[in-house]
T-cell receptor, first 113, second 111 residues
Framework: DQQVKQNSPSLSVQEGRISILNCDYT??????FLWYKKYPAEGPTFLIS?????DKNEDGRFTVFLNKSAKHLSLHIVPSQPGDSAVYFC????????????FGTGTRLQVTL | DAGITQSPRYKITETGRQVTLMCHQT?????MFWYRQDLGHGLRLIYY???????DKGEVPDGYVVSRSKTENFPLTLESATRSQTSVYFC??????????FGQGTRLTVV
């Protein structure tokens, strides 16, 4: 049973435009959400996170939005750059239990010139 | 070097062999994790550890063994490798309720 879902395996966006990556979760006990970026042959690197007490967190070009009632979060990248081309993983955890992360299946973002 | 390192980076082994993947972190993080990455499944948790000598199963623990005698090391052993264990394995570490930091991964092929 996939508790964190990324329903779009891939996304292509033009340079300078907005990239929107989506993530849905089913476990209502999740209260902390993270996005990781992964380049080929490298480990995932942390990008941005959001606690369930917030609905938005911004860091430069990256903004994460959380809609708790819909159990949905999204990552916005504005403006998109070619170096943003990577696989993006959404992850979630229940901060009350062991800090383990549950990951989605990933979305491959390609930013074209 | 500071950070989290995995070894080897690449490994080919035969079915039925025992193989150990190593993970070492220099931050003294309490938590350490092993994930495997497979197409269509994302990253799935194999085992994790909250501290030295404390380990627990994740989502896909069958066929794997871990130990954590020292805070900085968290080796993952495949006792009798199977083809279904061909994957990319990632080790990670974190403190409680912070982001996890990942190693570069070990690509394991079981033939």
């Amino acid at each position: 049973d996939q508790q964190v879902k990324q329903n779009s395996p891939s996304l292509s966006v033009q340079e300078g435009r907005i990239s929107i990556l989506n993530c849905d979760y089913t476990n209502s006990m999740f209260d902390y959400f993270l996005w990781y970026k992964k380049y080929p042959a490298e480990g995932p690197t942390f990008l941005i996170s959001i606690s369930s007490i917030k609905d938005k967190n911004e860091d430069g070009r990256f903004t994460v939005f959380l809609n708790k009632s819909a159990k949905h979060l999204s990552l916005h990248i504005v403006p998109s750059q070619p170096g943003d081309s990577a696989v993006y993983f959404c992850a979630a955890k229940n901060t009350g239990t062991a800090s383990k992360l549950t990951f989605g299946t990933g979305t491959r973002l390609q930013v074209t010139l | 070097d500071a950070g989290i390192t995995q070894s080897p980076r690449y490994k080919i082994t035969e079915t039925g062999r025992q193989v150990t993947l190593m993970c070492h972190q220099t931050w003294s993080h309490s938590y350490m994790f092993w994930y495997r990455q497979d197409l269509g499944h994302g990253l799935r948790l194999i085992y994790y550890s909250a501290a030295a000598d404390i380990t627990d199963k994740g989502e896909v623990p069958d066929g794997y063994v871990v130990s954590r005698s020292k805070t900085e090391n968290f080796p993952l052993t495949l006792e009798s490798a199977t083809r279904s264990q061909t994957s990319v394995y990632f080790c990670a570490s974190s403190e409680a309720n912070t982001e996890a930091f990942f190693g570069q991964g070990t690509r394991l092929t079981v033939v």
